[in-house]
């Protein structure tokens, strides 16, 4: 069996024209994401009350599901519930952000908890103003710790949007199947997102094992 370039040269704008549209999706969902993981994250840091148990409840609900369920339920039962229907792309951007959103919230929780207590406190004694304690003790040292998993799920995240394909959003893998089932040469296009993925998703990969390198290096000073 040849490996007929051809096929790439003559159909790679559609190609391109997927990684745009997983990149689109990838980048809405990480943005409300992360505000409804920022709210997640402050009401579990309340630590009881309602609040408390409301972003215990959602964050386990949407971390335990797998991303294909809740891609199906969104695009096929909210429109029998609520009798209106979003679009695939919408849907997909919909139920990524609420799976986004789960796991950014523990991620978020985990950075401002690492924050040190003694010089919280030793803040508070000397009545420095919250906001400048969220601004200068807290948020600096908690943004540090928090990147390596924040791109490690980013790469995640990328990597998920290919589950759209099954509701026919025109990715970067459901460009591959449909130029595939047209011209047979599935080796060449699967071949093809499979490069693409790699280079999107590679250079994340080495930034974290690199942060982490230092971070561990540093522990251990």
Known sequence: MNFEIQH???NYPLILQGLLV????CAASLAIGTVLGLVACFMKLEGRGWPYRFAVAYIDFFRTIPEVVLIFWVYSCLPLLFSFRLTAEASGILALSLFASAYLAEIFRAGINSASRGQVQAALALGI?????WMR????PAIRRMMPA???FLSELIKATSLLS???V???AYQASVLGSKTFAYVE???AIAVLYFVTIFPLSLYVRRTNQKLAGKAGH
């Open 189 to 191: 296009f699967l071949s």
């Open 129 to 133: 103003p919250v906001r400048v304690i």
């Open 170 to 172: 025109a990715e970067m």
């Open 150 to 152: 924040l791109i490690s």
């Open 166 to 168: 099954a509701i026919g």
């Open 137 to 140: 003790i807290i948020m600096p």
């Open 22 to 25: 997983t990149l689109r999706i």
């Open 8 to 10: 790439l040269v003559n």
